[in-house]
C-alpha cells in the first residue's frame, strides 16, 4: 500500500501541469481574436444553399391542395370594394385585414399610420347619357376626387383643345354653362391580339439577358419630357375651366396593351382625372369630371366635329370625408425562435389601395390577398421561423408610393428631396435627394417580397441587378420548375412598393409574373374584378412566395446586398470625364 504522505508519480505531474495549463489558458484568452462584428449580409455567402424539401412539399400541399386564397379575394373585393386612399372603404381594409391576420394566428397586428395623406372620397353614383341629336346611355365613371353636380344638370357638349397657354384665348367666355370635352380623340385598333397573354419560353430567355445599353434610359427620358409638358399645364387647365364656369369635363378613357382600352372597358386614374395632385385640400378640383368609354366619346366627338349640336344630361354624385386623412399600412408578424436571429425580419407584401371604377381585384387586391395567404400558410403549418416575418400591406402606393416609402421612412431610412427652384416644380418621386440617412433597423432586416402584376402566376424573379443573390435564387427556384418558376433577370423592374426598399439598401423584390390581361383591360380599369382574378395561378403564386419566405427566413445569413446608394452622387458619377480632349478649347461663358 501507499505511504499516506507520498504521492505516485502521475499525481505529481498533474499538479505541476495545471498552474502551467491555466497560465497558458490565460495568455490564449489575452490573445483572442475579437468576434466578428461583420453584418451576415456583408460575409461571404455558401456555395450550397441549405434547402428543406420536406417544408417545400409541406407548403405546397397547403398552398396548393388547401388554399384560402379566393375567400379572402370575394371578401376582399365583392364585400368592401375599391379601395381608394383616404376612403372609408380604405379604412375598411385596414381593418378587415388586420383582423384576418390576428385570426390566423399572427402576433402584433395592427395599423401603421404613415402620414397625412389628403381628402378622403367615395363615388356613389355617376350617369351620362345623350338627349339630342338622339338619345344614348353612355359607359363612363367620376374620375377620382371629382366633386359633384349636385344633381342633374344638362347642357350643350364643345370640344376644347388647350396644348400650351396660347390657346386659352380662343375659348374664354365661350364656357360657362358648357359640358366640356377635353382630349383628343384616339384611334381604336381592331384586337387583332389577344387581350390574355403568358410568357413563352423564348420571351423568358430574353427577359433573363440583361440588356448593356441606354436605350431603356432614352425612353424613359422621352416619356418624362411628355409627362412634365402635361404636369405644367393641368393645373393651369383645370382652373381656366373653373373660371369660365364650365358645367363639366369629360376626358376620353386611354388604350390599354394590344387595344384592350375599347368595348366600354374605362381606365380611371391619375391619368384621367384634372389635376396633378386631386387629392390635397389646396389642389382641389372645382369642376365636375368624368372619364368616358372611348367608343361613348367617339361619337359626341364625331358630331361636334361635324358641327352636328350635342346635348348632354348628367348626374355626378360624390361624396368627400374630410381634407385632412391619414394613412395606414397594416402589419403583423410571425415571431421569430431563434436566440441570435429572432430581431432580424423577413418581409412580404403589397399594396391594398386600389382605384375606384372596378373593385381593385388584380391591382392590387391579387398581391395582398396572396401575402396574407404566405401568412396562414406558414401558420398553419405552424412554422417557427428563426427570423422574425412581418407582413405589410400598404396604403397609397398608387399616388406614388406613400404607405411603404412612410414606413421605410419611420424605420429604415430616408433620402430628402431637394428643395432647390428647379427641382421643388418637380413631383417628389422625380427630384433629386440628399445624402441617404441610415437608422438602426435597417440593418436586420433580411428582404422585401412583393407581388404587384396582377393574378398572373409567377415565372421567376426581378433580381433588381443584385447579382449576388442570383446563385441563391437559382437553388431555390430548381425544385419548383413544375410550377413554371425558371427565370432569373438581373434587371430592375419599377413602379412599385419594393422600390421603396431597394432605395435605402434592402434587397427589395418583385416576381415575374405571366401578364394575362392586366395590361391589356384591368389595369386601373372597371374591369379591374374578382372575374379576371385566376384561381390556379393565385394558389402558384402564394406558394411560391411562402417557399420564399420561408428560405430567406431559416437560412444562417441575411440575403447579400448591393452597395448602399448614394443618390446625392448620382450626377457626379454620371457626369463626362473634364479636360479629356487635349486640344479642347474652352467656352467662350467659361473664360470670362
Avoid at 136 to 141: D, S
Avoid at 354 to 370: E, F, K, L, M
Avoid at 447 to 469: H, P, T
Wanted: with cysteine; proline share 7%; charged share 25%.
Amino acid at each position: 500500500m501507499f505511504d499516506r504522505c507520498r504521492r505516485p508519480m502521475s499525481a505529481l505531474l498533474l499538479t505541476v501541469a495545471i498552474p502551467a495549463f491555466a497560465a497558458f489558458a490565460a495568455d490564449k484568452a489575452k490573445t483572442k481574436p475579437a468576434e466578428d462584428t461583420t453584418p451576415s449580409y456583408e460575409q461571404p455567402q455558401p456555395a450550397t444553399e441549405n434547402l428543406d424539401l420536406t417544408m417545400y412539399q409541406r407548403i405546397r400541399e397547403e398552398g396548393l391542395a388547401h388554399s384560402k386564397i379566393m375567400e379572402y379575394g370575394s371578401a376582399l373585393t365583392d364585400d368592401i370594394g375599391p379601395r381608394l386612399t383616404g376612403s372609408p372603404n380604405m379604412a375598411k381594409a385596414n381593418a378587415w385585414t388586420r383582423d384576418q391576420l390576428t385570426a390566423m394566428g399572427c402576433a402584433n397586428a395592427h395599423l401603421e399610420d404613415w402620414g397625412e395623406f389628403g381628402m378622403g372620397w367615395q363615388q356613389l353614383n355617376t350617369w351620362v347619357r345623350m338627349t339630342a341629336p338622339d338619345t344614348a346611355v353612355f359607359i363612363a365613371q367620376a374620375t377620382p376626387w371629382s366633386p359633384s353636380t349636385n344633381g342633374t344638370v344638362s347642357g350643350e357638349a364643345v370640344y376644347v383643345n388647350i396644348q400650351s397657354d396660347a390657346d386659352f384665348d380662343q375659348y374664354k367666355g365661350k364656357l360657362a354653362g358648357k359640358i366640356v370635352l377635353l382630349g383628343e380623340m384616339r384611334e381604336v385598333p381592331p384586337l387583332d391580339k389577344v387581350l390574355f397573354e403568358r410568357y413563352t419560353d423564348k420571351e423568358l430567355e430574353e427577359l433573363a439577358q440583361y440588356p448593356v445599353n441606354d436605350r431603356a434610359a432614352a425612353d424613359m427620358q422621352a416619356r418624362l419630357r411628355t409627362y412634365m409638358q402635361r404636369y405644367r399645364m393641368v393645373d393651369k387647365i383645370a382652373q381656366f375651366l373653373a373660371d369660365e364656369k364650365a358645367a363639366a369635363v369629360i376626358r376620353p378613357s386611354r388604350d390599354g396593351k394590344n387595344g384592350g382600352g375599347s368595348g366600354g372597358t374605362i381606365f380611371d386614374d391619375n391619368g384621367a382625372a384634372l389635376g396633378r395632385q386631386p387629392y390635397l385640400a389646396d389642389h382641389k378640383v372645382k369642376v365636375p369630371v368624368i372619364v368616358m368609354a372611348i367608343e361613348s366619346y367617339g361619337r359626341v366627338y364625331r358630331l361636334l366635329q361635324a358641327h352636328v349640336p350635342v346635348t348632354l344630361e348628367m348626374d355626378v354624385e360624390t361624396k368627400f370625408t374630410g381634407d385632412h386623412e391619414h394613412g395606414f399600412d397594416t402589419v403583423a408578424e410571425i415571431p421569430g425562435t431563434d436566440p441570435k436571429l429572432k430581431d432580424e425580419v423577413v418581409m412580404v407584401g403589397g399594396h391594398l389601395d386600389s382605384w375606384i371604377a372596378g373593385t381593385g381585384a388584380t391591382d392590387n387586391g391579387a398581391g395582398s390577398i396572396v401575402a396574407m395567404e404566405v401568412m396562414r400558410i406558414l401558420n398553419a403549418l405552424q412554422v417557427k421561423p428563426r427570423r422574425t416575418i412581418r407582413i405589410a400591406l400598404w396604403s397609397g402606393e398608387e399616388q406614388g408610393l406613400y404607405g411603404s416609402r412612410g414606413y421605410v421612412k419611420q424605420h429604415f431610412g430616408y433620402a430628402a428631396p431637394l428643395n432647390t427652384p428647379d427641382q421643388a416644380q418637380l413631383p417628389e418621386f422625380l427630384r433629386k435627394t440628399g445624402p441617404l440617412e441610415i437608422k438602426p433597423e435597417q440593418k436586420v432586416v433580411s428582404g422585401y417580397f412583393n407581388v404587384d402584376n396582377g393574378s398572373g402566376k409567377i415565372r421567376g424573379v426581378y433580381l433588381q441587378e443584385n447579382a449576388a443573390i442570383a446563385p441563391i435564387f437559382e437553388q431555390w427556384i430548381a425544385p419548383l420548375k413544375d410550377l413554371g418558376v425558371t427565370t432569373l433577370s438581373m434587371r430592375n423592374t419599377g413602379g412599385t412598393d419594393h422600390l421603396s426598399f431597394d432605395a435605402v439598401g434592402i434587397p427589395g423584390f418583385q416576381f415575374i409574373q405571366d401578364d394575362l390581361d392586366y395590361e391589356s383591360r384591368t389595369h386601373h380599369s372597371n374591369q379591374d374584378v374578382y372575374e379576371r382574378l385566376q384561381p390556379a395561378d393565385l394558389k402558384q403564386i402564394a406558394t411560391v412566395e411562402a417557399i420564399f419566405v420561408y428560405n430567406a427566413a431559416m437560412r444562417d445569413q441575411m440575403l447579400p446586398r448591393k452597395p448602399l446608394p448614394h443618390p446625392e452622387l448620382r450626377d457626379q458619377q454620371n457626369a463626362p470625364l473634364p479636360n479629356l480632349f487635349p486640344g479642347a478649347v474652352p467656352p467662350a461663358d467659361e473664360k470670362k
